[in-house]
């Protein structure tokens, strides 16, 4: 049962051109929510979070947006370069402490 | 910081052979490891929660005679694949945690492929 749903598989998006990523979820238990970039042959590495009691988050280039009502989530990449041509994994967890439950990724390709 | 270490980073093996994969934690003490898998195109599907000292918990439909996982000392876990099968071939990324934060920092992973 997938729990973190991903549901575009890719994303082309121009450079200096904005990149959005959606996530949806069906457990309203979670309260954490993470997003990861992967490089192939890499393991991932974390990029942004939010805590259920935000409804945004921002750092730098990335913002991630919360909709608690809808289970659903989104991560902003503005602008975009071509160095963030990889796949984002979004994540959730109940406490912060818990395990992590992945969504199945979405694969960015940034072109010139 | 908080950098993580797979080896080996790809390993091929012969069917009904073990292999064991090492993941290490090399500037922080990792009290809880943990080891995913991840099928192409598919999402990180953990398999085991091991902390430091005590047995791994697995997560349902995982065999633990099959994935048997060491957490010997606060810098290193393994994870050996017993008698090995094609269907194993697969990504395997380990990722550690250290005790009081909630952080997961995750290894580079390692390509098994099972011939």
């Known amino acids: 049962d997938q729990q973190v749903k991903q549901n575009s598989p890719s994303l082309s998006v121009q450079e200096g051109r904005i990149s959005i990523l959606n996530c949806d979820y069906t457990n309203s238990m979670f309260d954490y929510f993470l997003w990861y970039k992967k490089y192939p042959a890499e393991g991932p590495t974390f990029l942004i979070s939010i805590s259920s009691i935000k409804d945004k988050n921002e750092d730098g280039r990335f913002t991630v947006f919360l909709n608690k009502s809808a289970k659903h989530l989104s991560l902003h990449i503005v602008p975009s370069q071509p160095g963030d041509s990889a796949v984002y994994f979004c994540a959730a967890k109940v406490q912060r402490w818990g395990k992590l439950q992945f969504g199945a990724g979405t694969q960015v390709v940034v072109t010139p | 910081g908080a950098v993580v270490s797979q080896h080996p980073s790809w390993v091929i093996c012969k069917s009904g052979t073990s292999v064991k994969i090492e993941c290490r934690s090399l500037?922080?003490?990792?009290?809880?490891m943990f080891w995913y898998r991840q099928f192409p195109k598919q999402s990180l599907m953990l398999m085991a929660t091991s902390n430091e000292g005590s047995k791994a918990t697995y997560e349902q439909g995982v065999e633990k005679d099959k994935f048997l996982i060491n957490h010997a000392s606060l810098t290193l876990s393994t994870l050996t694949v017993t008698s090995a099968h094609p269907e194993d071939s697969s990504f395997y990324i380990c990722?550690?945690?250290?005790?009081?934060?909630?952080?997961?920092?995750f290894g580079p992973g390692t390509r098994l492929t099972v011939t």
């Open positions: 500037d922080f003490q990792a009290t809880t």
């Open positions: 990722s550690a945690r250290q005790g009081g934060s909630y952080e997961q920092y």
